[in-house]
């Protein structure tokens, strides 16, 4: 196989699953994307449930539990300008496009994003640049989205000059699913556009150890070897990584490949994600069984995403949920 499989027909065809599942899913796939790389079937065929639990669609995603909500994050009252998001004083982020690489079940940008990929205008990039160069309080940016590394790396290389170029922005930081769902788009030309004087952190999504794969840990190799520091991020997921053996072989295969664990999310409580979700107090009892058996350096924030735009606060960390201004963490 060697193209994205987006249709559940075209998943009965790579045997990713059973033909009498097909016609329950289109309802599914009218809703939220679907995107499986050559890289991520091949790995579902190889680890099974807790890679296909990410990727394959569920008739479950069309139920919407009570606590889910529209908008987790509730970016809009943050949005200065269209691909901007500037939720704390002195970093904003950055979305010059929505288009992911693999459309994970758990995430809430799960929609389609139309023929353009939901790439911003060369009109409103250049305005989005335009306002970082103008907010000096701003120093450090942060590209998301979607996934910047799905930018052609003629494009993602002239954003990060033009950021590296503003004298206020002491750091750069892009977040990425590419390195382990579909390490081939890590090419010379990407390695080059990502090459900076300027700090770049690139912190990859990961929530399973079977995910560094060997062209992951090429992909990866490549990156460390262009002066990127290589940061983790996961979400805790029932079914694929909710058992304090799963996190340690994940936070270890993070170490092994030169990627420092940095965070551990709650799931966001986006609609039809539900089968997904463990209770915060099961997370922190994974997390105090951790505690001693792997080394500090594989130790992440376990954090939540606090609703109506709050910002992120450790999770465990007593009296400060619900402090405006004390309980926030970096994004």
Partial sequence: MTRTLRTPSELVDAGLIAPE?????????????????PAMAALIRDAGAPIARQYLPEPEE???APHELEDPTADAPFTPIKGVVHRYPDRALLKP???????????????????????????????????FAATPAVR????????????????????????AAIPHLETLRIHSRVPVADPGRITPGMLAALTLERPLYLCVHANHAAEFTDAAAR???????????????????????????????LFRAMLRHRVKPYYLHQLDPAPGTARFHVPEAEGLALMRELRGTVTGLAWPVYVQEQAEGAGKIPLGMAGMRGRAGQAREAV
């Fill in 62 to 64: 069309l139920l919407t």
């Fill in 21 to 37: 599942a097909a016609p329950a899913l289109e309802a599914v796939a009218a809703r939220y994307s679907i995107a499986v790389t």
């Fill in 219 to 249: 992909a990866l190799r490549g990156l460390h070897g262009a002066g990127l520091v290589l940061l983790g991020q996961s979400v805790l997921l029932r079914g694929v990584n909710d058992s304090a053996a799963a996190l340690e072989d």
């Fill in 97 to 131: 496009l929505l288009a992911c690489p693999v459309y994970c079940r758990f995430c809430f940008r799960r929609e389609a994003v139309g023929p353009d990929g939901g790439l911003l205008t060369e009109a409103e990039l250049e305005a989005a640049l335009d306002w």
């Fill in 140 to 163: 450090e940016v942060i590209l998301t989205g979607g996934d910047p590394l799905m930018l052609s790396p003629r494009r993602l290389g002239r954003i990060l000059a033009r950021l």
